[in-house]
C-alpha cells in the first residue's frame, strides 16, 4: 500500500507558496436523485417480481359459463448491492511537515468527490447502455431485451415499445409523439393504463433544446403565431433535469408516473474509517458505502439514444 510522502508534497513543505488549487472545485448537485425513487435495504440484494393481471372481461352469452381468467408472475428484477470503497494513506512525517493546510481535511474531501463521482457514473448506467444489445453489455430489467425496446415481451398481447421506432433527436415534434406513444400503452393482458411523462432528462448539450421546447408560449422554429401545445398543456409538468454523465450527446429521456420503476437502493450509507499504523506510523483513511441502481418496470421511463 503505497502512502503519499513528503516526496509528493514537496512545495508544501516550503514557504512561500500562494494557493494549492486542483482540488477545490465546485460540484453539481447530486444529479440521479432526479431519476430515481431512494429506498433503503437491509440485505445483499433486493428484488421485485411481475405479475400479470386479468384480460379484458368478455360478454356472457345466455346460459353459458362464466369466464374464470388467471394470472401468473412475468420476470424478476433484481438489485445486487455493491460495495464502493476507496482510501488513502498519509506517511507520519508528511502530516506533520506539511505548511499550508490539514491533509487528512483536504484528501478526504477529495476521496468524498471521488465516491460520488462513481455514484453519479452507476446511476445512468441503465441510460447509457439501454439501447445496447444485453450480449454486448446492454442493460435490462430482467426481460430478456434491452431498457430501451421495441419488443418488449408480454404475456400476451402485442409487444410493447418504450423507444421510436426510429431513433430521433429531441425537438417539439419528437416530445409530441413520444407523449402520444407513452399514452396508448397497455399492460401484459393488453388493457390500457394511464401512464404520463413527469420528467424530461437530457445530458448538458440538449439544455438550449429542452428549455425552448418546454419553456417558450409559441411554437419554436416557426413564424407561425401557434400556441406552444407542450407547454399549454403541461405535457411535461416536472420540466427538464440536465444530467451531465449521461455520454451520448443526443439521447433523451421522459420519466414516467408508472410506479416501482427507477429505483435507488442505499444499503449502507457512506462512511470514513481512519487509523494509524504501529510500524510505519502511516495513517489510513477509507470511505466505503453499497448501493445498487436498476429498474423495474420498463414503462417508468421511454427513451430515445437520437438520431
Not at 401545445?229 to 439521447?251: M, Q, R, W
Request: hydrophobic share 35%; net charge negative.
Amino acid at each position: 500500500m503505497a502512502a503519499i510522502s513528503r516526496a509528493q508534497l514537496l512545495r508544501e513543505l516550503l514557504p512561500g507558496l500562494n494557493a494549492i488549487f486542483g482540488m477545490s472545485y465546485n460540484e453539481y448537485p447530486m444529479e440521479f436523485m432526479d431519476i430515481y425513487t431512494e429506498y433503503s435495504s437491509d440485505r445483499s440484494f433486493e428484488q421485485d417480481q411481475k405479475v400479470t393481471g386479468f384480460q379484458s372481461a368478455p360478454v356472457k352469452q345466455e346460459g353459458s359459463a362464466t369466464l374464470f381468467d388467471t394470472a401468473q408472475e412475468g420476470y424478476t428484477s433484481t438489485y445486487v448491492m455493491e460495495t464502493i470503497s476507496m482510501g488513502f494513506a498519509l506517511t507520519q512525517e508528511a502530516f506533520e511537515d506539511n505548511l499550508y493546510d490539514s491533509l487528512s481535511t483536504r484528501y478526504s474531501r477529495e476521496l468524498g468527490r471521488a465516491m460520488r463521482n462513481t455514484k453519479e457514473i452507476k446511476a445512468v448506467v441503465p441510460f447509457n447502455t439501454g439501447f445496447t444489445a444485453l450480449a454486448s453489455g446492454g442493460y435490462g430489467v430482467g426481460d430478456g431485451v434491452p431498457l430501451f425496446s421495441t419488443v418488449h415481451p408480454q404475456v400476451s398481447g402485442p409487444v410493447i415499445s418504450n423507444r421510436p421506432a426510429v431513433a430521433v433527436d429531441l425537438n417539439e415534434t419528437s416530445l409530441e409523439n413520444a407523449t402520444i406513444q407513452i399514452s396508448g400503452w397497455t399492460d401484459d393482458r393488453g388493457k390500457l393504463i394511464q401512464a404520463r411523462v413527469r420528467k424530461m432528462i437530457v445530458p448538458k448539450e440538449s439544455i438550449y433544446i429542452a428549455t425552448r421546447i418546454l419553456e417558450t408560449q409559441l411554437q419554436t422554429g416557426t413564424g407561425n403565431n401557434d400556441i406552444n401545445a407542450v407547454k399549454a398543456i403541461g405535457a411535461v409538468p416536472e420540466g427538464f433535469a440536465v444530467n451531465h454523465y449521461l455520454t451520448d450527446p443526443d439521447s433523451w429521456f421522459l420519466m414516467t408516473d408508472v410506479p416501482e420503476g427507477a429505483k435507488y437502493f442505499n444499503r449502507v450509507p457512506v462512511s470514513e474509517d481512519s487509523d494509524g499504523d504501529f510500524d510505519t506510523g502511516n495513517i489510513r483513511y477509507r470511505q466505503r458505502e453499497r448501493y445498487s441502481f436498476g429498474l423495474s418496470d420498463y414503462l417508468a421511463v421511454w427513451g430515445s439514444p437520437g438520431a
